[in-house]
């Protein structure tokens, strides 16, 4: 059964005829049903949805392009998993909550934050906390695919954007958009063409037209590339750091404690040897450790130590900057 409030919207936005809220909260019902597992219901709604003319005059269909415009992952990371400020892990939390809650806040006519962006250097666990929030509310997680969305035809790409969004918008998801500097950016960058301003301004569009069953997060490494009017439409921005020492040193611990076995050095010293490095580069060099360590079994029992050491040097030549080299 669909919340009363939905029931409630439906009906006062058929009969005063508005197309684009009466759509809205169509798409909230279909999702809520999903949730509930209502699935012939909610099928049904969505067949309904993607065959009818949106408030422009366009159809959606499920067309072969639209699948190779997305994939699904099973989430399986929680933010217990990551090792960030605690600030940032307090906004998650934050976020995570009102979601959880969210009917307390509709009886107060507020709806859950849902559109988060994260910015900062690659391999800091932008991804990695996306995924984790669509472990926590407990939804699918969608990867936007490029190649699938940007295509060399005038219009087109604003088209698949389009489609994109009117199908995201009957499921309660994670949508998740990495690099989103590539597609929305500047609109007074010199270098772009109209297509260009036409995919921000559909972008923009489709972002405003969000319901909150749908959590969009956005990740770049660019953030100074952005449109500026793209920074206003996110409710939580969030600047992920690369690793601290002290971050690094409790990553390293985790590793050992989940990996069961010892990296050679404290996880403090190869914190402090391998500073600068992101928890990408972390992950491979003590997963290079672990290997060295179990194809020189059993010799490698005794050497362990001498193992971590050659690696922390051939990976802080393999670092150092070239105006060093």
């Known amino acids: 059964m669909a919340r009363a409030d939905l029931v409630l919207n439906l009906v ?12 809205k909260t169509a798409e909230a019902i279909a999702a809520e049903a999903s949730a509930r597992h209502q699935y012939i219901l909610a099928d049904k709604l969505k067949t309904i949805l993607t065959s009818s ?13 639209l699948q190779n415009a997305f994939y699904e992952l099973t989430p399986q990371k929680t933010l217990n ?6 600030n940032i892990l307090s906004m998650m939390a934050e976020v ?18 849902h559109k988060l962006l994260l910015c900062g250097p690659p391999g800091n666990g932008k991804t990695s906390l996306a995924e984790a929030l669509a472990n926590h509310l407990s939804v699918p997680f969608f990867t936007v695919r490029y190649e699938g969305i940007i295509n060399s035809y005038l219009g087109q790409t604003a088209q698949q954007i389009d489609r994109l969004f009117d199908f995201i918008k009957t499921q309660r998801c994670v949508l998740f958009f990495d690099e989103f500097d590539a597609i929305g950016k500047e609109r007074e960058d010199i270098n772009d063409n109209g297509e260009m301003k036409r995919v921000v301004n559909s972008l923009l569009k489709q972002i405003d037209l ?10 770049t490494n660019h953030e ?5 009017a793209i920074w206003r439409r996110f409710q939580v921005q969030a600047l992920i750091p690369a690793p601290t020492v002290n971050l690094a040193a409790r990553w390293f611990e985790m590793f050992e404690t989940q990996s069961g076995h010892p990296l050679g050095l404290s996880p403090v010293t190869l914190a402090r040897k391998l500073v600068g490095l992101s928890f990408a580069e972390l992950e491979e060099f003590a997963l290079d450790v672990r290997r060295k360590y179990v ?19 051939n990976w802080s030549e393999r670092y150092r900057p070239i105006a060093d080299k």
């Open 96 to 113: 995570v909550e009102e979601h959880a809650r969210r009917d307390l806040l509709r009886s107060y006519n507020l709806e859950p934050r």
């Open 81 to 86: 998993d990551l090792i960030l400020p605690s």
């Open 224 to 228: 100074t590339m952005l449109d500026k």
């Open 53 to 65: 003319p949106t408030e422009d005059g366009r159809k959606f269909t499920h067309d072969s392009a």
């Open 210 to 219: 969000l319901p909150s069953h749908v959590v969009f997060i956005g990740a």
């Open 295 to 313: 194809l020189g079994l059993p010799d490698s029992e005794s050497k362990i130590k001498a193992i971590a050491t050659r690696c922390v040097a």
């Open 12 to 23: 006062e936005t058929g009969m005063k005829g508005d197309l684009p809220r009466f759509r």
